[in-house]
């Protein structure tokens, strides 16, 4: 079959599997709001003729719905209901090991947390007695530099709950933009906080020599004096911190490799 190669990623793929990746994105960013051709372009980063070609193609599958110049999804396609033949194509992106090295342990947390919480809340009495005052905020990025091919990574961070709080985490721009592929686990114990992010599918990992953010983290405080949040590099288990490449492996964390600053 006929190779050519992927506009995002530079990956080597043949015209069916670049079918479905331009369908994925597509849809992707439809899934929120009704997108005009241009905006489309912009987002998808597709050429021109391609993106034309693939909106016609969705349109009569009726995946997509063309109204006023603007493109949505249709609710009642097979595609948007997991039972059409695209569905079942995108559906092998689980089959590679370096997405599922990455993104099972965000999926399990994330969803463990969600159930958690939602049962927590249904527990609970009415009159819990409320926690301590936030008197102000402190903002700390997880920064990340002088790595190599990097795809999935996690950070065990640890904190003083008698003394802070984690208010909001918002994902970088480097590895890990965004749900799915963000994990943020503040149920994992008193004093823990897990983050981790993770790239998808088969593309190259991400270097840089420069500093990147991984994350921004908010932290409510509840007195002036206290103890700054620090990485753990010692937890072992399921929580560990660590970085794993395109291929797997471990890549080494050096001293300041990953560092943690307000």
């Given at each position: 079959?006929?190779?050519?190669?992927?506009?995002?990623c530079?990956?080597?793929?043949?015209?069916?599997k670049?079918k479905?990746?331009d369908?994925?994105?597509?849809?992707k960013?439809?899934r929120?709001?009704?997108?005009?051709?241009?905006?489309l372009?912009h987002?998808?980063?597709?050429?021109?003729k391609?993106?034309s070609?693939?909106?016609?193609e969705?349109?009569?599958?009726?995946i997509?719905?063309?109204?006023?110049?603007?493109?949505?999804?249709?609710?009642e396609?097979?595609y948007?209901?997991?039972?059409?033949?695209y569905?079942?194509?995108?559906?092998?992106?689980?089959?590679?090991?370096?997405?599922?090295t990455?993104?099972?342990?965000?999926?399990?947390?994330?969803?463990?947390?969600?159930?958690?919480?939602?049962?927590?809340?249904f527990?609970?009495?009415a009159?819990?007695?409320q926690g301590p005052?936030?008197?102000?905020?402190?903002?700390?990025t997880?920064?990340?530099s002088?790595?190599?091919?990097?795809?999935?990574?996690?950070?065990?961070?640890?904190?003083?709950s008698?003394?802070?709080?984690?208010?909001?985490?918002?994902p970088g721009?480097?590895?890990?933009?965004?749900?799915?592929?963000f994990?943020?686990a503040?149920?994992?114990g008193?004093?823990n906080?897990?983050?981790?992010?993770t790239?998808?599918?088969?593309?190259?990992?991400k270097?840089?020599e420069?500093?990147?953010?991984?994350?921004?983290?908010?932290?409510?405080y509840?007195?002036?004096?206290?103890?700054?949040?620090?990485?753990?590099?010692?937890q072992?288990?399921f929580?560990?911190?660590?970085?794993?490449d395109?291929t797997?492996?471990f890549?080494?964390i050096?001293?300041d490799?990953?560092?943690?600053?307000?």
């Amino acid at each position: 079959m006929p190779q050519v190669m992927c506009p995002n990623c530079g990956t080597t793929i043949n015209l069916e599997k670049r079918k479905s990746i331009d369908f994925s994105l597509i849809q992707k960013a439809t899934r929120t709001q009704p997108r005009s051709f241009t905006k489309l372009l912009h987002i998808t980063k597709l050429p021109r003729k391609t993106l034309s070609l693939r909106l016609k193609e969705m349109c009569k599958e009726n995946i997509l719905v063309k109204e006023q110049g603007m493109y949505k999804l249709n609710g009642e396609s097979e595609y948007d209901n997991n039972g059409g033949r695209y569905s079942r194509r995108y559906s092998k992106i689980f089959e590679d090991r370096r997405f599922r090295t990455g993104l099972l342990l965000v999926v399990l947390l994330a969803a463990s947390s969600t159930s958690g919480y939602a049962l927590a809340r249904f527990l609970l009495p009415a009159d819990v007695v409320q926690g301590p005052m936030v008197i102000g905020k402190i903002t700390m990025t997880l920064v990340i530099s002088d790595v190599d091919d990097l795809y999935s990574w996690q950070t065990f961070i640890n904190f003083n709950s008698s003394e802070l709080t984690p208010i909001k985490t918002i994902p970088g721009d480097f590895v890990g933009v965004g749900y799915p592929f963000f994990l943020n686990a503040t149920d994992i114990g008193e004093d823990n906080l897990l983050l981790g992010g993770t790239l998808c599918g088969t593309v190259p990992g991400k270097s840089t020599e420069t500093p990147e953010i991984l994350a921004t983290i908010i932290f409510g405080y509840y007195v002036t004096d206290f103890e700054e949040p620090e990485i753990s590099f010692t937890q072992e288990g399921f929580y560990k911190t660590y970085l794993i490449d395109s291929t797997g492996s471990f890549i080494p964390i050096l001293e300041d490799t990953l560092t943690l600053t307000t």
